[in-house]
């Protein structure tokens, strides 16, 4: 098979480095890629959401199936671009389209399914710019901390969590008024806050059948101790162990066979990754939020651990078969360091020359914000590379994860010390 992956971060990687070692593959091809994409595959310069650039690519190269990395190309349409056209129809895409993509399109239309299929969830309401002062009156009725998420897709930005009033009301004002997040923010949902412990559950599926894969933690503030501003993420771990089998059991009767059944009761064709960021409140699991592509850097280390072929357990979607493929999981642990650029979520400098790729051996390095310029890995983005550390348990994932971190360097490198400790006080270590 030919294969092309859209996009150029560290999920995009991990997918590369998987479907590269499928007996299935024959060319592969990653459009933008970065550094590392390009030592396996052929980076091809495209942007994911050029449809017809994509599309001429894909009828010159005769591509069979399509990986969507990143959620703009599924909001805005690819599959059903692909549909529509009879020269393009054959060609297998992994994502959902438009329709079912607005599940992470627009938090409004994700609250309102969740709602309309009694899928657990914060309550909620949501204002514009027209009703700023309705907005603004319903704040006041709930307790703080307050939630306030922008409709649209802000780059993993969108979400504001406030400690107190004052804040919250000029926040909303910051959104809708003075458009923050552009036209993201044209609506702000808030919603109630929900104590607990976050994780992250992956599902795959053929629009009838489903595979539910490794959950993971992901860690999202720049700083240590989660403190600072929203990133894309600085870290993960898979599995949680607070995720055990009878939560888990919950997650499926109460969330996934809701969604899925949801999705065929409102008649949305969805094939593709269905990404549910969770909340544990006492042992019960509410949806924060659904996201229609695998999560950054949760792929990092939920991919690691499945052994079976990616590719076939892709390939097997077209045909509605997932039920019947294996899908073999690792009973290791995975842990992942995200290295970043100084100043990152805010302004960095690029550009900056990577030392110490090769003497990383006991962990993984899957490249993001990279370049190749003079013969040198380059920094080229904010995140720039995702450390992999396998073992037994969480401490000796952590321990390989850290000791590749530690190899690396750049001019004005950082990256969290503390990624799983609050997992390791959990099991009293």
């Not at 960021?277 to 949806?287: D, I, Q, S, T």
């Not at 357990?313 to 078969?321: D, L, R």
């Not at 992942?336 to 650029?341: D, G, K, S």
Request: charged share 25%; net charge negative; proline share 3%.
């Amino acid at each position: 098979m030919n294969i092309l992956i859209l996009g150029s971060g560290g999920r995009e990687f991990v997918f590369t480095e998987k479907i590269a070692a499928s007996a299935e593959c024959n060319k592969l091809f990653v459009a933008p890629g970065n550094a590392g994409t390009a030592q396996i595959a052929k980076n091809i310069n495209l942007s994911p959401t050029d449809f017809k650039g994509i599309a001429d690519f894909s009828l010159e190269n005769k591509i069979d199936l399509i990986v969507v990395g990143p959620e703009a190309p599924l909001v805005e349409g690819i599959r059903d671009y692909f549909e529509y056209n009879s020269n393009l129809k054959d060609i297998q895409i992994i994502g959902p389209g438009k329709a079912g993509a607005e599940l992470e399109g627009s938090k409004e239309f994700a609250k309102s399914f969740m709602q309309r299929h009694n899928i657990p969830t914060a309550a909620y309401s949501t204002f514009t710019k027209a009703t700023l002062s309705e907005g603004l009156s319903y704040l006041q009725s709930l307790k703080p901390p307050y939630v306030l998420k922008a409709d649209g897709l802000a780059g993993g930005k969108g979400v504001v969590i406030c400690e107190n009033l004052q804040t919250a009301e000029q926040s909303l004002t910051e959104m809708l008024k003075d458009e923050k997040f552009g036209a993201a923010s044209e609506k702000v949902v808030i919603e109630e806050f929900l104590s607990g412990i976050e994780l992250s559950v992956f599902v795959l599926t053929d629009g009838e059948s489903y595979k539910i894969l490794p959950a993971a933690k992901d860690y999202k503030r720049i700083g240590e101790g989660d403190s600072g501003l929203n990133t894309g993420g600085m870290g993960a771990v898979s599995p949680v162990k607070f995720a055990d089998a009878t939560f888990m059991e919950k997650v499926e009767s109460k969330i996934i066979k809701p969604t899925i059944d949801g999705l065929k009761k409102d008649k949305i064709e969805y094939q593709g990754f269905i990404f549910i960021g969770l909340m544990n409140v006492g042992g019960e699991p509410f949806v924060i939020e659904y996201n229609v592509r695998m999560g950054d850097p949760e792929t990092q280390v939920v991919l690691p651990r499945l052994k079976s072929d990616l590719l076939s357990i892709f390939k097997s979607m077209k045909s509605k078969s997932l039920k019947d493929q294996e899908f073999e999981i690792s009973e290791q642990t995975a842990s992942t360091i995200v290295l970043v650029a100084g100043g990152y979520p805010e302004s960095y400098e690029k550009g900056k020359a990577i030392k110490g790729l090769d003497d990383v051996k006991d962990a993984k390095v899957f490249h993001a914000g990279t370049a190749q310029k003079d013969n040198e890995v380059v920094t080229a983005g904010g995140r720039v590379l995702a450390i992999t550390g396998m073992g037994d348990d969480l401490k000796t994932a952590l321990k390989n994860a850290y000791a590749g971190a530690n190899k690396v360097c750049w001019d004005d490198i950082y990256y969290r010390k503390d990624i799983g400790q609050d997992l390791l006080a959990l099991e009293g270590q």
